[in-house]
């Protein structure tokens, strides 16, 4: 068993460091290593007070969550922390880089903290559908108040050294060198005779009562739509005000039956699933981690569009240089006043200061021909989405620089395919499909061809893991994987529902209620009817699809009713508001393209509204696995969680279809497909797997690339 924690006596002090890559998660290998250094220095009279360090970066992730599906081996983490909380002399934990979950928890079972200045310290559990369960609802409130724990406990989110500090979470921030802070500190205590202060004697100084409680759960209300855990973090933290071993006891069995919950289950399977698809998937992990990408330091983005700019706008917020090249000197202005409207909104919200902003308007420079590009360590198109224009645009990109270069189109409709094959060197031409807005969104969909080099490929996972932008590979088909499941199955269907006898609010309100941030109709007022007409018409030019086909959008494009950009679409937005008021003409406008299509209108139910919808995405997911455009149901669940708004906690479509059985899923596929015929062919893959008993995350298992 690889070393975990190493022991040093350093005069008076004992130093345990505990050395678990690649984030020292607390995993039962280190619990043993700890309990076994903890019982030697007791018997060691020499040492009179305990340091706890780590090596290298974060202090430590928490508990191990790949072991969270077997039992947990002795000692416990519980068991560890109270080995700690017992000791006789001074045990002090010294943290630097990030203290998550299980990590700050045993640091809140030795009696005093220090952080490095730049050390943030978080419990997000609830991120994965859990609740602390070593002690983090029954010392935290005792070291920073009943109130203040539960709101950092319902965030998440960690919090910088100086603020916990001031909540009283930690006793010194250390400005520079925190190993020499932890021993002066620790030697400090011994000359001061002071000895352990076990956190477990605290009392709970403020309540929790209702009003509060409610309070606290306001600011977190979007984020835990439709989720459970909070109920159960709000329990143990009221237990904090009972004695810490009934206290701990109740946090215990809550912690036990969160980590059984669906919601743990879903939300634990999308955390791997998006470390997984940022590996690889048709180029072996092996394949892709052997051609070490170049370093990249310098990106180009031809075209100052909104894409352009948002893709500048994300290299320069990730540290690059940004060289920003267009033909037409107006859309470089424009773009220049959008970057910096953009910096500018993020000042405002307090997001970044107004020096870090500076800067990074300073790195996204002007490139005034593509010549000038020659020396990128990457170069991404995102001109105007017209074949021959990004043909042209690829074919002179080709020709300035190196053949290894990579080369990325931002295309979203195209054929990366036959655009490669505009250049002499197409292995290095992929698809880097980023969402609106660039800056923003998480997902990248990463577009290989059949040429697509592992050298490429592996190159643009390493501007995934730069943006921070979690990745997904493709191959090259119309919409990809996310596009092509929302066209032909979730929007496709929201439509149909609406020409059969829905009303645009009814179909949104139903799938919001199912857990989607917003409803099909409302997205696609967001993003502009015309986005998705002008999709179709390049789709139309490479496929066909039976009509209808989305006649209700693109009559409200042909209209002019684009949506929110123009104050009518399938909604009314009075005086620029953004709030969705249903719009009578378009009700009209529906009803008179169904009689057209001779198609009778009836009251349909709102759960029938969301099954549908939800089956037509999951069928034709299935069908971009077969298809083989994906290769992993859990990389399909990764899209639709981070690009496209489907409920993190109900896993992804193909989760979830897993969650209700692939027997039922292809029974009430069936059904449909008696009832409507229109597209409601089971795809094979799910007729498959039904009849073999199994699920998606078998065939993951059985079939993906590694
Ligand atoms: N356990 C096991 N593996 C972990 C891990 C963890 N806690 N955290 C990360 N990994 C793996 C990850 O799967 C990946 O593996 C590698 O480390 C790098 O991760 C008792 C019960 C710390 C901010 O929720 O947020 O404590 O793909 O790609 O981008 O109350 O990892 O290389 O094989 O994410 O630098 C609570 C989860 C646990 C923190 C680093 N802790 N981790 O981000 O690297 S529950 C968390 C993160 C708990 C207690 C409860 C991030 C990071 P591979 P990465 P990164």
């Not at 602390?132 to 960690?158: D, E, V, Y």
């Not at 909070?230 to 069995?253: D, M, N, R, W």
């Not at 072996?284 to 990408?293: F, I």
């Not at 979830?656 to 089971?682: C, F, M, N």
């Amino acid at each position: 068993m690889a070393r975990t924690v190493t022991f040093n006596q350093l005069g008076p002090v004992g130093l345990i460091c505990i050395d678990n890559p690649p984030v020292n998660a607390i995993s039962h290998s280190v619990r043993l290593a700890l309990a076994d250094v903890v019982a030697r220095a007791e018997k060691n009279p020499g040492i009179k007070a305990l340091l706890i360090m780590s090596e290298g970066s974060p202090f430590s992730a928490g508990a191990d969550i790949t072991e969270f599906d077997r039992p947990e081996g002795e000692p416990s983490l519980q068991q560890v922390q109270a080995a700690l909380e017992a000791f006789p002399i001074p045990v002090v934990a010294a943290i630097h880089g990030l203290a998550l979950g299980g990590g700050l928890e045993l640091a809140m079972a030795c009696h005093y903290r220090l952080a490095h200045k730049d050390a943030k310290l978080g419990m997000p559990e609830i991120t994965l559908g859990i609740i602390p369960g070593a002690g983090g609802t029954q010392r935290l409130p005792r070291l920073i108040g009943a109130r203040a724990a539960l709101n950092m406990i319902l965030s998440g989110t960690p919090i910088s050294a100086p603020e916990a500090k001031t909540k009283g979470l930690v006793d010194e921030v250390a400005e520079d060198d925190l190993r020499n802070a932890g021993l002066f500190f620790c030697e400090r205590l011994v000359q001061e005779g002071l000895g352990p202060r076990p956190t477990c004697s605290r009392t709970v100084t403020d309540g929790l009562d209702e009003a509060e409680i409610a309070s606290a759960l306001l600011p977190h209300a979007r984020a835990l739509k439709g989720r459970t855990t909070q109920e159960l973090v709000i329990e143990a933290i009221k237990a904090s005000k009972l004695p810490f071993s009934q206290g701990i006891a109740i946090e215990a069995a809550l912690a036990q039956k969160s980590l059984a919950s669906r919601e743990s289950l879903a939300l634990r399977h999308v955390f791997f699933a998006e470390r997984e698809s940022g590996k690889s998937s048709g180029v072996s992990a092996v394949e892709a981690k052997r051609t070490l990408s170049p370093a990249i330091h310098r990106v180009a983005v031809i075209g100052a569009g909104t894409m352009g700019s948002g893709i500048a706008i994300a290299f320069a917020d990730a540290g690059l240089e940004v060289l920003l090249n267009d033909n037409d000197p107006a859309s470089l202005i424009r773009s220049r006043e959008r970057i910096h409207s953009t910096y500018a909104s993020g000042v405002r919200r307090g997001r970044i200061h107004q020096n870090v902003a500076d800067e990074r308007i300073r790195r996204i420079r002007n490139a005034r021909t593509l010549a000038d590009v020659a020396d990128a360590d990457l170069v991404i198109e995102a001109v105007f989405e017209d074949r021959e224009l990004k043909k042209d645009v690829l074919s002179k990109l080709d020709s300035v620089l190196p053949p290894q270069r990579l080369i990325a189109t931002n295309t979203s409709t195209l054929s990366v395919s036959e655009l490669a094959r505009a250049t002499a060197h197409p292995g290095r031409v992929l698809g880097l499909h980023f969402f609106v807005p660039a800056q923003a969104s998480r997902l990248l969909e990463i577009v290989r061809t059949d040429h697509s080099s592992p050298e490429s490929l592996s190159t643009a996972f390493c501007v995934a893991k730069l943006l921070k932008k979690v990745a997904v590979v493709s191959r090259d088909a119309f919409g990809f994987i996310g596009n092509r499941m929302m066209l032909d199955g979730y929007f496709r269907e929201a439509e149909q529902l609406l020409l059969e006898g829905a009303t645009p609010i009814q179909v949104d309100t139903a799938l919001e209620n199912f857990g989607f941030a917003m409803g099909p109709q409302r997205v696609s007022d967001l993003g502009g009817n015309d986005v998705g007409t002008k999709a179709r018409v390049q789709l139309f030019k490479r496929e066909k699809r039976p009509d209808p086909y989305f006649v209700i959008a693109d009559r409200l494009t042909e209209m002019g009713k684009l949506g929110q950009k123009t104050g009518r679409g399938f909604y009314c937005y009075e005086n620029g508001s953004r709030e969705a008021m249903p719009d009578p003409e378009v009700n009209n406008l529906i009803e008179k393209l169904a009689f057209e299509r001779g198609i009778s209108r009836h009251e349909i139910g709102n759960e029938e509204i969301v099954e549908r919808c939800i089956l037509a995405l999951i069928n034709v997911g299935a069908m971009v696995l077969e298809e083989g455009i994906a290769a992993r149901a859990a990389d399909i669940d990764v899209v639709w969680t981070s690009g496209y708004g489907f409920p993190r906690h109900l896993g992804g479509p193909m989760f979830y279809a897993d969650t209700l059985g692939l027997s039922e899923v292809l029974q009430r596929i069936r059904h449909y497909h008696e009832k409507l015929v229109y597209y409601w062919r089971p795809a094979t893959l799910i007729e498959r797997l039904a009849s073999a008993g199994t699920s998606f995350e078998q065939w993951d298992r059985a079939s993906a690339p590694r």
